[in-house]
């Protein structure tokens, strides 16, 4: 799959997960669905679901690292900066040949543009938290939270 095909991709999953509410009950809720998923599949990863002031949901699974915890914090700062997946920012500017960095007014240190983070996006509303998954391959941390999101909103 090219570059721009993926980029794509991302942006129709983004158009069709779309909330018509989302709270601590959701954020639970999915959580424990990307748990359950990641535990079947026995991924050592950490899950956070955050706005952009307060975290909503955090798990560290078997085999996941503190590292993991600042991964995952990296990643949603960039969906909750651009209301975009961190894997589509991520693909975007390697596409332009860009490097996110201070030149563009980015601290590698807070942002982070690999894949594992999708936007809460309601209907309405716009974006209003971020799902992270980070411990896998970026486009495995990207595909474990759409798939969750696919049986969550019956997508």
Do not use: C
Request: proline share 4%; glycine share 10%.
């Amino acid at each position: 799959m090219s570059t721009a095909e993926l980029i794509d991709q991302i942006m129709a999953e983004e158009a069709k997960f779309v909330f018509r509410a989302f709270s601590e009950a959701e954020a639970l809720e999915i959580g424990m669905a990307l748990v359950a998923t990641a535990r079947v599949e026995g991924a050592p990863v950490v899950i956070d679901i955050r706005t952009s002031d307060r975290t909503l949901f955090h798990a560290a699974l078997p085999g996941s690292a503190p590292d993991n915890d600042e991964w995952a914090r990296r990643k949603s700062n960039t969906t909750l900066r651009y209301h975009k997946s961190s894997l589509a920012i991520g693909e975007a500017m390697r596409q332009k040949g860009r490097v996110p960095g201070p030149e563009i007014g980015i601290d590698q240190m807070n942002f982070s543009h690999h894949g594992g983070s999708f936007p809460v996006r309601v209907a309405g509303t716009g974006v209003v938290a971020a799902i992270t998954v980070s411990g896998l391959a970026q486009t495995e941390d990207h595909g474990m939270i759409v798939k969750v999101l696919k049986d969550y909103l019956k997508g």
